[in-house]
Structure formats: structure tokens, C-alpha cells
């Protein structure tokens, strides 16, 4: 079992900045790839970014590329998304999930984190 617990979240107005957290405990942290997704209000769990084991390769949606950052620090097992240039449209509950196999698809990823509220002002 892998537990994942985010924080960071919060309003902001459009155009600011939030960094999220997601510190990971139980197996070990570096065996995974570890991907941040999104859900607003009435709409489908939404993939953001993911990043591999290593931390060396990152892959992002289009519609968050150039502004979005994921990183990790696996000697903290944390991994981070440096959310910059927010719009309203990013508005939604950001959560965590750790991969075996890594992928940008909900089914690709085993464990979850209960998520945190990003709400963009405009």
C-alpha cells in the first residue's frame, strides 16, 4: 500500500501561482511514477502530469503545458506541481496517484490521494 496525502491548494486569482504537494508513505517512493490529475464540479477525472521513477522524463496534457511543472524529491518522498499563469478553467480538485507502470490514463495509476481544493478567481 501506498498512502498519498496532498496539500498546497487554495483561491488564488488568475494569473498567480500555487505549488502542490504530495508526500507519499509506505512502499518505496521511488519505484513509482507518480502523475497529478484534476476533477471540477460535473466533469470526468482529468489527467494533468506525470513524471518516471527517475524524475527524468515528464509528460503533461495540452492544456496545462508551458505553465504546469511536476518534479519530485525522492529523498522526501514528495512529489510537487508548480502551477503558473492559472486560469478559472483550472478550478477543480487536484489528487495524486502513484503508477507501477506509469501513463496518463486513471487506470494506469493504483494508489490515490484524497486531493485539495485549487479554485482560480478571475
Known amino acids: 500500500q501506498v498512502q498519498l496525502v496532498e496539500s498546497g491548494g487554495g483561491l488564488v486569482q488568475a494569473g498567480g501561482s500555487l505549488r502542490l504537494s504530495c508526500v507519499a508513505s509506505?512502499?518505496?517512493?521511488?519505484?513509482?511514477?507518480m502523475g497529478w490529475f484534476r476533477q471540477a464540479p460535473g466533469k470526468e477525472r482529468e489527467f494533468v502530469a506525470t513524471?518516471?521513477?527517475?524524475?527524468?522524463?515528464?509528460f503533461y496534457a495540452d492544456s496545462v503545458k508551458g505553465r504546469f511543472t511536476i518534479s519530485r524529491d525522492n529523498a522526501k518522498n514528495t512529489v510537487y506541481l508548480q502551477m503558473n499563469s492559472l486560469k478559472p478553467e483550472d478550478t477543480a480538485v487536484y489528487r495524486c496517484a502513484a503508477s507501477w507502470i506509469g501513463g496518463s490514463r486513471v487506470n494506469d495509476y493504483d494508489y490515490w490521494g484524497q486531493g485539495t481544493q485549487v479554485t482560480v478567481s478571475s
Open positions: 513524471i518516471t521513477r527517475s524524475g527524468a522524463t515528464t
Open positions: 509506505g512502499r518505496t517512493f521511488s519505484n513509482y511514477a
